[in-house]
């Protein structure tokens, strides 16, 4: 590990070269908009969202899976990246079927609230109601196609926290799904603990717990701070090596 | 002369003019400055010409309501998308996953009381388009205009601005889905 000074929007700063331009940016306050990226989970870099300008290169990079270079001077917030982000939130809206009045998240939703962040009047691509479907096998909650993002969020948290590896991606391009196991009834999942978590990192209305209504649910992730810093003191592993 | 206001009623759940009457007491000062040349709650048949502004609720869903689209348009100086239906399809978009075939029938014979018969003369109701869709996949739309409804405050909000001679600019508060 070592420091590395970066310029980012005209201010002079600093940081580990081990930790992201997403976590250097946050960690001087820096907004930068995300989807995919979730603290505690390994990056993908999908949504695309968190680009920002680099001098000196005319590709834009991932904010949140690139790391700094000594010197580097980069921009958040210009023209370019304001369009392409709205349009990454137009395609993510036109590509499912979103009818926030009846969803469960209403309110508490990542993609309104980016929706709103780039000023979203209206899409500007065909929607595509697209026919997707639901899966409401399990016992205590729901997946819903219609709603999701394919941000994989779930996909790692159930791998590399829970551990049990039941979500995968399935088919290419416009066709990609999430699916259980081998596509089969998330009910019908021996893999599955049914501890939630996926619901919970789900940052729209596509997990939902059974039971809930129209703008009932909130999501609360402070869970996945507590697991993966208790990961990292090997909190559990000693008490357990002890015992 | 008045500025002359239309609101029209296409594949929507008559929330959003409900929303629109919710304006309580502004209603009777709009009364004064506006001219109601058409609307729902106004008996009047044809739309007329030389509307000023005209605010539409609902997807177009059916063929009539493509058509009547675009004499809005070429009759109004501003098109208002009025709320998320007109905006995003919303909940009548819904229905776009079935064929109308499964539609017609579920409405006319399954949910039926006595008599099913599936209409086919389309007098009575107007022929249901592939797919529900947003206003602005067919006409120019000059303002949005969100939720589902559209708040009093954001609608109230909205003409205003237009009465004043200016395209409202809507303040970010008043960008919301659902
Ligand atoms: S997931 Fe979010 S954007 Fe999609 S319908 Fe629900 S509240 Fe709206
Ligand atoms: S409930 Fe837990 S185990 Fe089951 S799919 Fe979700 S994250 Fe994986
Ligand atoms: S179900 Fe939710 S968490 Fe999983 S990929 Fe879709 S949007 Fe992301
Ligand atoms: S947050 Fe960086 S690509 Fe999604």
Known sequence: MAIVTLTINDEHLSGNDSDSILEIARQHKIHIPTLCHLDGLSEVGACRLCLVEVEGSSKLVSACATKPVEGMVIRTTTERLQRHRRTIIELLASEGNHQCAVCVVNEHCELQNLAYEVGLQYVRVPYLYPRKELDASHKDFIIDRNRCILCTRCVRVCHEVEGAHVWDIAHRGIHCEIVTGLDDPWGASEACTACGKCVLVCPVGALIEKGTTVAEMEKKRDFLKYIVTARQKREWIDIHEEG | ?178
């Open chain 2, 1 to 178: 002369m008045k500025p002359r206001v239309a609101t029209v009623w296409l594949g929507g759940c008559s929330g959003c003019h409900m929303s629109f009457l919710d304006m309580d007491e502004r209603l009777i000062e709009l009364a004064d400055k506006i001219e109601l040349v058409y609307s729902p709650i106004a008996d009047v048949k044809e739309f007329p010409q030389n509307v000023d502004v005209t605010l539409v609720e609902g997807a177009v869903t059916n063929v009539e309501n493509e058509a009547f689209a675009h004499r809005i348009r070429q009759n109004s100086r501003c098109v208002i998308s009025f709320g998320d239906c007109a905006t995003t399809g919303n909940v009548t978009a819904m229905r776009n996953r079935f064929s109308t075939d499964e539609i017609m029938h579920r409405a006319y014979v399954e949910l039926a009381d006595g008599d099913p018969t599936i209409p086919s003369d389309f007098v009575t109701i107007a022929k249901l388009r592939d797919q529900a869709r947003p206003l602005h996949e067919f006409i120019k739309v000059d303002v949005f205009l969100h939720g589902c409804p559209p708040t009093a405050d954001e609608i109230w909000f909205t003409i205003n601005e237009l009465l004043q001679g200016r395209m409202p600019v809507l303040p970010n508060a008043y960008l919301r889905y659902g």
